[in-house]
């Protein structure tokens, strides 16, 4: 492994805009890499080489002319599939979007080309976000650099893959209701899904609007909150994004990385432990919360009673906002179009587009939403998974009285093997039990590496009230400052 | 959605429902339903005409096109 592949984004981008190595040079390195480990890892569904180059160019040229470069100029970047970019191939990891080119750039895909941030390519993920695993991908799995034949976790599995890999020193997921926290963890990185409304949504292919959200990923702590800080911010293409300025998060990261907590009140949730979570994961959550209180913070116990009923209100609320987003895959202005014979209705050829353009999970959640929607259960379903999301909301405001984070693990479980729960969908569900309740309160959270179990990476996610991302960073960078280097340096070679 | 699909799906999409029915659990009846993690207020921009992207830019990526337009399969029975 090239040595420029071996350093974090922060210290890339500070080597070229000193002039001890070039853009190009550093993309070069990048390339070489996913040539020679992605046919075994398959993070990529598309790598844009000749992109890459030429924004990398752009970089040093800049440089050259003595222009001012942001803080990630010419550090390469994995983009998930599910965010638009004009003219390279965007799927959301479906058939039903193969081979479409986008005619523009999501507000993050245009906010990291501005930054000169280098895009390597698209990264493999569940078909539109839908999963745990990477494993409903239209297209190949993704395997996990740690172990291959176990998941990279997902749905954005390809671009926690690809930086655990050092294929690229950053990726973008999106997190719906766990899909960068617990890939992250899974895959030893960081990632961070910001407060609902601090990224912009414009230009990401919806999946449940209400919760959808994009963040970074990296090795560090520090890393992640520097790509936090290019994307985030009010759009007004994005009639939710919340005209407020990013939260400091790189300030955080630097200030955690002095590992002093003291002052800072840590809640450990109850209801996020205990039975159905793996002794390695809770082994490792409690040495760093143990950490944490050795760093200074006030550690203590709240209870959110409500949380229990996350997974129920989650899996109806996603699945009915996706049985209204996905019906725009029609067959008619762009994707798939299958049986259009001049005989068959309009009626008929959306039907056949559907069926061989969207997958099995795709499908059993349009049938769930649907049902949760219909006039006599909606009220029973939608309605009450509704009311639930405010009693979690609720829950959160009353910890956050008492605490200024509340941590958990990020999953249950590690990683687990390839087609060990794909028949079986509730299996695969209960993988987002830590990380649901701050998808449905809109909170922002983040997962940091906490140790191994079983040779497997364990994450431990923070969660922070709205806006306050900083403080995720601030926690996660003193126990990553302490464990003192990045979790991924143990990874075996691949 | 095939035949053999419906099979799989039935008994799926049983366990599922019932599972997420445990919502029905929670005493909320006097409980506001949270539809969006922030407020939400109805957003405007002035009425004015700004960039689009090109007629031919969008068709580009359509799946089928006539006459400048975006074709679609029959939309009348015969009879119509």
Redesign the interface.
């Known amino acids: 492994m090239s040595e420029l592949t071996y350093l974090g984004a922060a210290e890339i981008a500070v080597a070229i805009a000193a002039g001890d190595v070039s853009a190009e040079e550093v993309t070069r390195a990048h390339l070489d890499r996913i040539e020679q480990v992605d046919g075994m890892v398959r993070a990529f569904l598309h790598v844009d080489t000749d992109g890459a180059l030429d924004a990398a160019r752009r970089v040093d040229a800049d440089r050259a002319a003595g222009r001012d470069l942001g803080p990630l100029a010419g550090v390469p970047l994995a983009m998930k599939d599910v965010v638009v970019t004009q003219g390279l191939p965007t799927t959301a990891g479906s058939k039903i979007l193969e081979g479409w080119i986008p005619p523009y750039d999501a507000t993050i895909t245009r906010k990291i080309k501005d930054a000169g941030i280098v895009m390597l390519g698209k990264t493999n993920m569940d078909e539109f976000a839908m999963g745990s695993s990477t494993e409903n991908s239209a297209f190949h799995p993704t395997h996990n650099p740690w172990d291959l034949d176990r998941i990279p976790g997902g749905s954005s599995g390809g671009s926690s893959a690809a930086v655990s890999a050092f294929e690229a020193a950053l990726g973008i997921g999106t997190d719906t209701g766990g899909s960068i926290r617990q890939p992250a963890a899974v895959t030893g990185i960081v990632g961070h899904k910001p407060t609902y409304g601090g990224v912009s949504r414009y230009g990401l292919i919806a999946f449940s609007s209400s919760l959808d959200q994009a963040g970074p990923f990296g090795r560090t702590v520090l890393d992640a909150a520097l790509l936090h800080e290019v994307i985030g911010g009010h759009d007004p293409l994005d009639s939710t994004s919340i005209p407020q300025p990013v939260p400091p998060v790189a300030a955080a990261a630097r200030d955690g990385a002095r590992a002093d907590l003291t002052g800072v009140r840590v809640a450990v949730v109850r209801e996020l432990g205990g039975e159905g979570y793996q002794p390695g994961v809770l082994a490792a959550f409690q040495e760093a919360v143990s950490t944490l209180r050795a760093l200074g913070a006030t550690v203590l116990e709240v209870s959110c009673p409500h949380f229990d009923y996350a997974l129920a209100a989650y899996y109806l609320i996603a699945p009915s906002e996706c049985s209204s987003n996905l019906a725009r895959f029609d067959g008619v202005r762009y994707g798939l179009r299958v049986g259009d014979d001049g005989v068959r209705s309009l009626e008929d050829v959306m039907s056949l587009t559907r069926e061989a353009g969207f997958g099995p999970e795709v499908k059993r959640r349009i049938m769930i939403g649907t049902y949760a929607l219909s006039s006599g259960y909606y009220d029973a379903y939608y309605g009450q998974a509704q009311k639930v999301r405010t009693l979690i909301s609720r829950d959160f405001a009353a910890a956050f009285e008492q605490a200024d984070v509340l941590v958990s693990p990020s999953s249950p479980f590690v990683a687990f093997g390839i087609g060990e729960r794909i028949d079986d969908p509730m299996a695969m569900y209960v993988n987002d039990l830590c990380t649901l309740p701050a998808s449905l309160a809109g909170t922002p959270a983040i997962s940091v590496p906490c140790g191994l179990s079983e040779g497997l990476p364990v994450g431990l996610q923070v969660m922070a009230p709205a806006l306050a991302d900083d403080r995720c960073y601030r926690v996660a960078a003193a126990l990553e400052a302490d464990h003192g280097h990045p979790l991924t340096e143990e990874a075996p070679a691949l | 959605?095939?035949e053999q699909?419906l099979d799989?799906?039935a008994g799926?999409?049983d366990?599922?429902?019932g599972?997420?029915?445990?919502?029905?659990?929670?005493a909320?009846a006097d409980?506001?339903?949270?539809?969006?993690?922030?407020p939400?207020r109805?957003?405007l921009?002035p009425d004015e005409v700004g960039p689009c992207?090109d007629r031919s830019?969008?068709l580009?990526?359509?799946?089928?096109v006539e006459d400048n337009r975006?074709r679609?399969?029959?939309?009348l029975?015969d009879e119509q």
């Open positions: 959605m095939t699909e799989v799906f799926q999409l366990v599922i429902l599972s997420v029915a445990r919502v029905g659990e929670v909320a409980i506001e339903p949270t539809t969006h993690a922030v939400l109805n957003v921009r992207l830019v969008v580009a990526q359509a799946p089928a975006f679609v399969p029959r939309i029975d």
